[in-house]
């Protein structure tokens, strides 16, 4: 008898959490296992803006893939999916193509710029470890090039961050500690530096209690962050952003560095594949599989559930995503032993914590508010916790966050 | 009586030298003296290499001039000079000016491009700090963007180095051992990485004993350095450069980095002040003084002295500098003392050792050629004592280098 066949697209928290779960519920005979990731390494999603910024070192939001998986009972493929062949039962690869009698989505998501003009060309976002790296880099080149120029270009010390969400906030506290160690570095005066946020809504952090959301903001804005809420950015171009201003008239903010913040969407290979969605998230039946596509599974970023209480969906959050892997490697568990049943997944959230850099943050955990150092205190917790629940014990011990006051 | 004023523009090895000599050999109530410089801190020209590879952490390669200046004894001006108006003993500063009796011009050297179309522009060249923290964070930001661009560019991790001479043989030396460290960082694939060193003359290093030079090209190219020998870069654009190819031929080398360390020039200041000067260089009276110009002294990379025995002029050294420094020093206290006497300059070369990264060298040292691990010891130890010469001991024990195997 052939034994199932089960494919995992993506090692991020969900992707990931359904691998080591599975190698740890299944027998060697029972299934195998593919796991299909395009870089040899997984990342966590939730510190990129700190990598982003320059306050932590890129090695130290990865790790090795090899690391946690064991080869034994699960094959890696590093490869990128391009498409789903879901009436052939096959996933299309840059490099080849796999095939699969149960497959797992869990790509992750990408950058939404809402067809806002010059965006896609011109701003960075914080998706992944590369661009993490790549804003850092362009950042600290504005920094080192400013003083070499004849003609000074204040522009270059101007960080313009669209959107006031979990993402852009969390990097504005990492940005706020890092500008003044770049201003020591390359001799430049504080003063000339300007790092804004700009964001449509008309609030900062929406959702968010606001007792904690006017402790953010006036955090920020002590260390030197101007807010410009309820603006709307209407382009993007090599030397700044366009705004709105009034009705009809529009204003340009000039910054070397735009960081777009402001919108995710989930993997648009979803779309390509056919598999019904919207912008690239798929609305999941309560065992977290596709609607029409029973081998097939949504996690993480690609995946819509909705909250009953507040008739919105849950974020994309890495906690979700991980305790949807954990699911997700049950019912796959189940379906391959011809159990009937398979569990309903209902997220389980402990609490929410957005870092304003490295020591301080505001939250809820527990059902209790909190900020500063208790806050920034419950975050790194939240950090390690997450290293523990797919790497174990060791994986805290090489990239866990100990720098507690 | 008035006392007579100095002013010494430059706090280079040449300036920062004569400034330290005379606080030491005259009174206060003999002459005012008064340093000018354009930043607040002098730095180590000849480690600049270290710098702009990312080897050395530019903070390394400065100290502050209130360190070893002596608050009671020199006046010291941050400003920029920018004309020597020689009739009226007054040099023109960006934010105002300051006669003189007695001028030191120890303005060091700048890049000279021969002309070269795009160079200017296109190219960085290895100068002064702020120069040297740009192309370290140029480099480092196409390495971080490599990979995230869906359409390869390799020829962001192309660098050519224009020059095989001092400069560009160290600087190749650092960039050999950061290349692998960047590869890792930035996962690249050490493979697609280009360093090309582009020179007109048909030598590495001329000047070189030819066994040392076979060494060090040797030693380069097994760590991947190609050398095009006998080359001439014609032109450089934003995408590379154009070399010569054969009679009538021109070839295109993409390169995202340019680096051009093939000429040197003194300031361009002391033609615009009418002192007659060949590329920016004096041929100064043995005492050191301008012809025609019995107030002042040229020292460092402005000033110009035969070398008797091949009829050439001395390479504008750190070494010849600081020496430089110490005979204008005694000339100058001479000349406030009413001595009829002034001191003839002969320089003293101890040796020349280029350096090929941590741990490697060529050179010559009290008359013996030297390769390997003792050169580079013999390196470090120029570089210790030129910090010794100007800082004193604490000095050596701030900055200094004892990374010795």
């Known amino acids: 008898m052939r034994k199932p066949k089960i494919v995992i697209l993506g090692a991020g928290y969900g992707g990931l959490m359904t691998t080591v779960r599975l190698q740890k519920s299944l027998g060697v ?52 999916a391009v498409e789903i062949k879901t009436a052939e039962k096959v996933v299309k690869l840059e490099n080849g193509e796999v095939s699969y009698d149960y497959l ?61 969400g979990f993402t852009g906030i969390e990097f504005l506290g990492e940005l706020a500690n890092r500008i003044p160690e770049l201003c020591k570095e390359y001799d430049v005066d504080f003063h000339k530096v300007r790092v804004m946020c700009v ?9 968010f209690d606001p007792e904690l959301v006017n402790y953010a903001v006036s955090y920020l804005e002590k260390k030197g962050v101007e807010f410009k809420i309820g603006t709307a950015i209407k382009g ?27 919108g995710v969407r989930g993997s648009s290979i979803i779309e390509a594949s056919g598999i019904e969605a919207m912008r690239g998230r798929v609305k999941v039946n309560p065992d977290l599989r596709a609607p029409d596509h029973d081998d097939i599974f949504i996690l993480g970023d690609c995946c819509l559930i909705i909250n009953e209480e507040i008739n919105r969906p849950y974020p994309p959050t890495a906690q979700i995503a991980m305790q949807e892997g954990e699911v997700c490697a049950k019912n796959l568990t189940a379906l391959i032993r011809n159990e009937e049943k398979l569990e309903a997944f209902t997220p389980d959230i402990k609490g929410t914590v957005c870092s304003l850099g490295e020591d301080d943050a505001i939250g809820v955990a527990f059902g209790r508010k909190m900020v500063g150092k208790k806050a ?13 629940m797919i790497g174990g014990p060791s994986m805290v011990v090489k990239k866990g966050k100990f720098n507690i006051l």
């Open 199 to 207: 964001e449509a809504a008309p609030t900062v952090l929406p959702g």
């Open 376 to 388: 920034s205190f419950m975050k790194k917790m939240i950090d390690n916790r997450a290293l523990y």
């Open 236 to 262: 993007c171009t090599p030397e700044g952003i366009i705004v709105a201003k009034g009705e009809n008239e529009v204003e340009e903010i000039k910054a070397a560095t735009v960081i777009w913040a402001a």
């Open 29 to 80: 005979n029972e299934a195998d296992v593919v796991l299909v990731n395009k870089n040899g390494y997984h990342y966590e999603t939730t510190w990129l803006h700190e990598a982003s910024a320059g306050t932590l070192q890129p090695d130290r939001v990865r790790y090795e893939i090899s690391s946690v998986v064991d080869k034994n009972k699960v094959d890696f493929i590093q490869d990128t």
């Open 104 to 164: 797992v989505v869990a790509l992750g998501a990408e950058s939404e710029t809402f067809g806002i003009q010059g965006l896609k060309e011109h701003a960075f976002s914080i998706s992944n470890l590369n661009s993490a790296r790549q804003i850092r880099e362009h950042i600290e080149y504005q920094f080192a090039t400013y003083n070499t120029e004849e003609e000074k270009k204040d522009e270059r010390l101007s960080i313009v961050v669209g959107g006031a």
